[in-house]
Nanobody, 115 residues
């Protein structure tokens, strides 16, 4: 059973930064494409950023230049560095691991952006 555990969410003022972490259990982490998704109240879950096993990255247009996804295969961890946060970035952020037709999700971590 693959488990994903997110951490790092919280309350931050507009313009501030947060770093989210997601630790994945198991020995096949390096093979996963890892993604961060978010879901705000009343909205659909959307892809924020993803990183392949080879290190290729993709970002949603709304976060390009502000967010950075990275991974540490030795620690089975994927990160999302979020800078210049805006109120519209507030959401529950979910970590996702993808391998072929298998998808795994974390429980989510709340990010609140407010003054």
């Amino acid at each position: 059973q693959v488990q994903l555990v997110e951490s790092g969410g919280g309350l931050v003022q507009p313009g501030g930064s947060l770093r989210l972490s997601c630790v994945v259990s198991g020995s096949t982490f390096s093979r996963y494409t890892m993604g961060w998704y978010r879901q705000a109240p009343g909205r659909q879950r959307e892809l924020v950023a993803r990183i392949t096993s080879g290190g290729n990255t993709f970002y949603a247009d709304s976060v390009k230049g502000r967010f950075a996804i990275s991974r540490d295969n030795a620690k089975n961890t994927v990160y999302l560095q979020m800078n210049s946060l805006r109120p519209e970035d507030a959401a529950v952020y979910y970590c996702n691991a993808e391998l072929g037709s298998w998808y795994y999700w974390g429980q989510g971590t709340q990010v609140t952006v407010s003054s």
